[in-house]
C-alpha cells in the first residue's frame, strides 16, 4: 500500500477558482465516501479549508488510484477533467509525507506558521476517523503529522510568521490611507481571524476601532478584549460611514460588503474626502470585487497579501522547519517500512520454526535411546545454527526496504514462500529460541 495526496491549494490555484469549490464538512465527508469507492483506495481523508481541497489516500495502485481520487473530485466540484488538471497537484508516498508535515507546520499556508492548520488537520482525522473513511494508515500518519507540527510551533520562530497575514494586509492599507493612529477602523467578524487582527489593530492605537459580528455577543467580548466599541449587525452600513479602514473575515457565503453600501456610505457624507482601505481576509470573499472600482478605495485581497508574503517566505525560522521536517520524514519512512516488513520477519521465523520443530520430531523418532541432556544440547545447537542465519537477512531486509525502491520484503516472501498472512494468525508456537 502507498500513500498519495491529490489536490489544490492557493498555491496551485486562482482564488475565485477555490471559492467555487468550497466544501463544507458534509461535502467533504461525501467526497471522502466518494473516493474510498474506487477500486485502487482502502482509506481516504479530505481537508477542505479556505484556501485548499485535498485528498489523502491509502491506495494499491498509483495511477489507478488517481483516476479514482480525480473522478470524485469531478463529481464534487463540478470542474471538468481538464480543468482538474490545471489546477491539481499529486504528491506520492515521500513527498506526499513531506507534504502533510509541510501543512501540518504551517509551511504550505497563505500566512506562513499560522497555527490554525493544526486544528483543522485534526478535525479533518476525526471526521473520517467518525465516518469510517481513515484506517491505521492515515491515522498514523495524520497524528504524526500532528506532532511534527507542535514541534515546529514549540522549537522554531514559525509563530511569529502567522501574523504576517494581518501585518500585511493592514501594512498596504496603511500605505493607503496613512498612519494607523489617525485612522477609523471597522472589524467585521470576531472569529479567530478577526480577533487577532483587533488585538493586532489596538495595539497600533487608532483613532477608533469598531467591531461588528452577528452574534451581538462576540461583537462585546472581543470589543472588550481589544479595546474596541461593539456596534449591532444591523447597523454594519452606518458603521462604513466613518471607517478608514475595514478588515473582514466572517467565513459567510455572500458578499458581507457591497460596492452599492459603500457608495451610499459615502454619499451620505459628502464632506468627507479620505481614502478608504478594505483588507479581505475571507475565502470565499467577503467583499465584492466590485469595490475595487469605487473612487478612492483600495481593496486588498487574500490574493495580494499572498504575494506580499511570498517574497519573504524564507524568514521567521522557516530554514529551522524544513531541517526539521526533513528528518521527521526520513525517520517516519524508516519506521513505517520496519512496520511493513515485520509480517514478513515473522512469517520467515515461523517457517524456521516449524523446520526445527519437524526434524528435532524426526531425529527423536530416529534416535529414541537419546537421554534428555543429549537431545537438549543437539536442540540448542541447531537453534544457535538457525538464528545465525537469520539474523543478517531479518536485519538487512528492515533496513533496505524501500530505500532504493526496490521491495527486499517481498523478495523475501518468494525465495521462502512465505505467506505473512497465515503467519500472523498461525496458532503455532515457536520453538524455543527462535523468536517471531
Known amino acids: 500500500m502507498s500513500l498519495v495526496v491529490m489536490g489544490m491549494s492557493h498555491r496551485s490555484t486562482p482564488i475565485d477558482v477555490l471559492e467555487r469549490v468550497a466544501l ?32 489523502y489516500a491509502e491506495v494499491n495502485a498509483f495511477h489507478g488510484s488517481v483516476d479514482d481520487i480525480g473522478a470524485a473530485l469531478v463529481a464534487a ?35 506562513v506558521g499560522e497555527p490554525q492548520i493544526l486544528g483543522q488537520l485534526r478535525a479533518s482525522l476525526e471526521s473520517a476517523r467518525g ?23 514549540a522549537e522554531t520562530d514559525i509563530d511569529r510568521a502567522g501574523r504576517d497575514l494581518i501585518s500585511e494586509g493592514l501594512a498596504a492599507a ?36 469598531t467591531i461588528v459580528n452577528r452574534t451581538w455577543a462576540k461583537s462585546q467580548r472581543l470589543a472588550q478584549d481589544s479595546g474596541g466599541r461593539p456596534l449591532p449587525w444591523d447597523e454594519l452600513h452606518e458603521a462604513f460611514v466613518d471607517a478608514d479602514v475595514v478588515l473582514t473575515c466572517t467565513g459567510s457565503l455572500g458578499y458581507v460588503v457591497k460596492a452599492d ?13 479620505s481614502r478608504r482601505a478594505i483588507i479581505d481576509l475571507a475565502l470565499p470573499r467577503d467583499v465584492d470585487p466590485d469595490v475595487a472600482l ?66 528435532l520430531a524426526r531425529l527423536d523418532a530416529k534416535a529414541p535411546g537419546m537421554d534428555d541432556l543429549t537431545r537438549a544440547e ?20 528492515k533496513q533496505l526496504t ?24 498461525s496458532g503455532a508456537t515457536p520453538s524455543p529460541g527462535v523468536t517471531r
Open 174 to 209: 496603511i500605505d493607503y490611507v496613512g498612519p494607523l493612529s489617525a485612522a477609523h477602523v471597522l472589524v467585521i467578524g470576531a472569529g479567530a481571524m478577526s480577533g487577532l487582527a483587533a488585538t493586532t489593530i489596538a495595539r497600533g492605537r487608532p483613532a477608533s476601532l
Open 294 to 359: 469605487l473612487p478612492n478605495t483600495r481593496l486588498v485581497g487574500l490574493a495580494e497579501i499572498g504575494e506580499r508574503l511570498a517574497a519573504r517566505a524564507d524568514g521567521a525560522g522557516v530554514g529551522a522547519v524544513r531541517d526539521l521536517i526533513t528528518a521527521e520524514v526520513a525517520a517516519y519512512l524508516v519506521a513505517r517500512r520496519g512496520q511493513e516488513v515485520g509480517p514478513t520477519v515473522a512469517a520467515l521465523r515461523t517457517h524456521a520454526a516449524d523446520v526445527v520443530a519437524a526434524e
Open 402 to 425: 524501500g530505500a532504493d525502491g526496490a521491495d527486499y520484503a517481498r523478495a523475501l516472501r518468494e525465495l521462502f514462500d512465505l505467506d505473512p498472512g497465515s503467519a500472523a494468525t
Open 131 to 153: 465516518a469510517g473513511t481513515a484506517g491505521p494508515a492515515l491515522n498514523a500518519l495524520f497524528q504524526q503529522a500532528l506532532r511534527v507540527g507542535k514541534r515546529a510551533h
Open 24 to 55: 463544507d464538512a458534509d461535502g467533504g465527508a461525501t467526497l471522502a465516501q466518494h473516493v474510498l469507492r474506487g477500486e485502487n483506495v482502502s482509506e481516504a481523508v479530505v481537508v477542505a479549508t479556505c484556501n485548499r481541497l485535498e485528498v
Open 77 to 111: 466540484t463540478g470542474m471538468s477533467r481538464s480543468a482538474l488538471a490545471d489546477h491539481c497537484y499529486v504528491h506520492y508516498e515521500d513527498r506526499a509525507i513531506a507534504h502533510v508535515f509541510q501543512l501540518a507546520c504551517g509551511l504550505d499556508s497563505m500566512a
Open 261 to 273: 453600501a459603500l457608495a451610499e456610505a459615502a454619499e451620505s457624507a459628502p464632506g468627507r474626502a
Open 378 to 397: 543437539v536442540q540448542l545447537t541447531i537453534h544457535r545454527v538457525v538464528e545465525k542465519l537469520l539474523h543478517t537477512p531479518t536485519v538487512r531486509v
